[in-house]
């Protein structure tokens, strides 16, 4: 069976960071492309991050700059370091991962969600 459990969300203040952890498990981690999104309130999910099987990164135009992506295969796990978190950031954030890097670009036709986890930004 797929899951992905998320962790690291917190309370943060405008221009702090964060560092999100996933760790899969069903999947022959090695050989999947792991991404991140985020949801906010009344808001479609979106592509964040992705790390591909060969440690290839791509983000988002809003992630660039202040995200950094990485994975550990031996872990099982990816993690989504975040810096200068802005307070129009506050989401859940989860991770998905497939063997095709294209289907990542969208999440609604992914399956296996986690919960995700609270990321909230204010003073």
């Known amino acids: 069976q797929v899951s992905f459990v998320e962790s690291g969300g917190a309370l943060v203040q405008p221009g702090g960071s964060l560092r999100l952890s996933c760790v899969a498990s069903?999947?022959?981690?090695?050989?999947?492309?792991n991404g991140w999104y985020r949801q906010a309130p009344g808001k479609k999910r979106e592509l964040v991050a992705v790390?591909?099987?060969?440690?290839?990164?791509d983000y988002s135009n809003a992630a660039k700059g202040r995200f950094t992506i990485s994975r550990d295969n031996g872990k099982k796990t990816v993690y989504l370091q975040m810096n200068s978190l802005k307070p129009e950031e506050p989401a859940v954030y989860l991770c998905?991962?497939?063997?095709?890097?294209?289907?990542?670009?969208?999440?609604?036709?992914?399956?296996?969600w986690g919960e995700g986890i609270q990321v909230t930004v204010a003073p």
């Open positions: 998905n991962a497939r063997t095709h890097v294209k289907r990542m670009q969208h999440p609604e036709g992914l399956a296996d």
């Open positions: 069903g999947i022959d981690f090695e050989h999947y492309h």
């Open positions: 790390v591909t099987q060969f440690g290839n990164t």
